[in-house]
Structure formats: C-alpha cells, structure tokens
C-alpha cells in the first residue's frame, strides 16, 4: 500500500519549480518597471505634448463637423417649402405663355400680362435670396445631373447632345439638385450605311 509519505516529494519538487518560475519573471518585470521610470522628463515631455495635440485636434474635427451640419441645416431647412413654390413659379410661367402675342393691343392685357410678368421676377428673386436658383439650359450640354431627357429629336444644326427644348425648368438650392429640368435634346445623326454609299452613282465620271 502507497502512504502519503511517497506523495510528499513530488509536492515539495512542484513547489520548487514554480518558486524558480516565479523568480525567473521577477527580474524581467522589474526591468520594464525601471524602464518606465527611467524616462527622460524630455521624453514624458514629448508623450504629454503628444497626447495633447491629438486631443486638440480631435476638439477641432469635431467643431467643424457640427458647424458644417449646422450651415447644412440652415442652407437645407426650405427645401421642403421651396419644392411647394415651384409650383406657384410654373403657373406664373404658363400664365405669361398663355398671353396673346397681340396683348399689347388691348390695355387690360397688357397691364395683366406686366403685373403676372412683375410677379414671376420678384418671385424668382426672393428664391435666389434664399439659395434657390433655375437651371434654364435652353443651348447647353445635357448634363444627367441637372437635366432630364423627355425626348431626342433630329435637329439640323445643333450639336447631338445639345438641349433643344426646355420643356420645365429645373431648380437648385445650394449644391443640391432640388429638381431637374425636364429637357429634349438632340438626337445624334445615324451614321452612313456603307453599302448604301456603294451603290451610288459617280456623277462626275
């Protein structure tokens, strides 16, 4: 039968090993310890001057994030209202292509004709005080970014690509696209067929 007496040297052996374990990590630890006390004021300098300009400028990006939401707020807040103007804007518009070209004939035409054209110009002026500005592309590239292409049409002398017709007239607020103007624009010509090009006639043979 085993005793506990033959148990006890293992135990002590164990006991022995993690005292020496323990021994052996003691002096490294020490070491990083004095390591960390024996920094330089010039160096806790540095690690101090460090720390603080990260931190100013972490207060910086955040000053400027919340001042540019704060401009995008204020530019953005009569988006929803502009986009209701627009509509009293295109029925000012139809209102003066509705008007006799011979208006002018008659006195109380042309006095209504002024006052709807007075009332469109004031209106337009208000919104550009306020940021909103037409997009009227009546000559220029069509631009997918302001413009929306109704139809194309073959039109000679403009350039494929052109806006041709403006058939409502976009608006921005700031950068932003507020709508588009509804546009046509030119067709691009079709090119030769080659084979038809063959069969013509040479008429100065």
Request: overall charge negative.
């Amino acid at each position: 039968m085993t005793t506990s007496d033959d148990t006890a040297p293992a135990s002590n052996d164990n006991a022995d090993e993690d005292a020496v374990a323990r021994d052996d990590d003691a002096p490294e630890a020490a070491d990083e310890a004095q390591g960390e006390a024996e920094a330089t004021p010039e160096e806790q300098i540095a690690q101090l001057k460090d720390q603080l300009l990260r931190a100013l400028a972490e207060v910086e990006n955040t000053r400027r994030r919340a001042q540019r939401e704060l401009e995008d707020a204020r530019k953005y807040a009569v988006a929803n209202f502009a986009r209701d103007v627009l509509t009293v804007a295109d029925n000012l518009k139809r209102a003066l292509d509705a008007v006799p070209k011979d208006a002018e004939a008659s006195e109380d035409l042309k006095a209504l004709s002024e006052g709807v054209g007075l009332t469109e110009r004031e209106l337009l002026s208000m919104m550009e005080r306020h940021g909103i500005k037409k997009v009227d592309p009546m000559g220029q590239k069509f631009d997918p970014n302001l413009h929306q292409a109704m139809f194309e049409a073959d039109t000679p002398g403009a350039d494929p690509g052109t806006v041709i017709e403006v058939a409502q007239a976009g608006y921005v607020i700031g950068e932003r696209l507020l709508r588009p103007a509804m546009v046509g624009v030119a067709k691009k010509p079709p090119k030769a067929d080659p084979a038809e090009a063959g069969d013509e006639v040479d008429t100065q043979a």
